[in-house]
T-cell receptor, first 111, second 113 residues
Framework: AQRVTQPEKLLSVFKGAPVELKCNYS??????LFWYVQYSRQRLQLLLR??SRESIKGFTADLNKGETSFHLKKPFAQEEDSAMYYC?????????????FGQGTRLTINP | DAGVTQSPTHLIKTRGQQVTLRCSPK?????VSWYQQALGQGPQFIFQ???????QRGNFPDRFSGHQFPNYSSELNVNALLLGDSALYLC????????????FGPGTRLTVL
């Protein structure tokens, strides 16, 4: 079965410190992985996808197929990074794709 | 573009009742997916509609049904409500060829008493 695991429900770091949010997945095919973010009082939104290999708001994530991981990293945390982060896997037949989400990690950046 | 919109914002029902939630996709999107998010959990996929047909379905009972209209908007219907159906219901829209890149609405908070 397809599954996404985020082992940390809560993560707290100081401003300026490095951040790493962990994500592991299980999937029998070639997955497409995403990070979605929800800031306070805002809707869930896409942060980045592994295919684009881009850096958004200073965050990067590398797909490691050997370790089945897609950890989200940022070298220097900012207070505005405080939010709920969800790792998600896309699976589907042809064009129809559903997202399988992890339980989420609440990231708090302390001043 | 207001993005994905959902109505109502909040809803309170009693056990056994039926409820209909509505969603308008982002302009230009043709696919609508519905998710249930229980407190402290990640969103769980209910089903997805494209070309007015249900294309994929998650592990939800038949009490959960949906519809997509020619203008791409969608409804989620839940019959015979249970206490466990209390959750935030999220609608997400996308283009069928970029299905993993989904745009979410603000959600409808359903409380079943």
């Amino acid at each position: 079965a397809q599954r996404v695991t985020q082992p940390e429900k809560l993560l707290s770091v100081f401003k300026g410190a490095p951040v790493e949010l962990k994500c592991n997945y299980s999937y029998s095919g070639s997955p497409e992985l995403f990070w979605y973010v929800q800031y306070s009082r805002q809707r869930l939104q896409l942060l980045l996808r592994h295919i684009s290999r881009e850096s958004i708001k200073g965050f990067t994530a590398d797909l490691n197929k050997g370790e089945t991981s897609f950890h989200l990293k940022k070298p220097f945390a900012q207070e505005e990074d405080s939010a709920m982060y969800y790792c998600a896997l896309s699976k589907g037949l042809g064009g129809a794709q559903k997202l399988v989400f992890g339980q989420g990690t609440r990231l708090t950046i302390n001043p | 573009d207001a993005g994905v919109t959902q109505s109502p914002t909040h809803l309170i029902k009693t056990r056994g009742q039926q409820v209909t939630l509505r969603c308008s996709p982002k302009s230009g999107h043709d696919t609508v997916s519905w998710y249930q998010q229980a407190l402290g959990q990640g969103p769980q996929f209910i089903f997805q509609y494209y070309e007015e047909e249900e294309r994929q379905r998650g592990n939800f009972p038949d009490r959960f049904s949906g519809h997509q209209f020619p203008n791409y908007s969608s409804e989620l219907n839940v019959n015979a409500l249970l206490l466990g159906d209390s959750a935030l219901y999220l609608c997400a829209s996308s283009l069928i060829e970029r299905g993993g890149e989904q745009f979410f609405g603000p959600g409808t908070r359903l409380t079943v008493l």
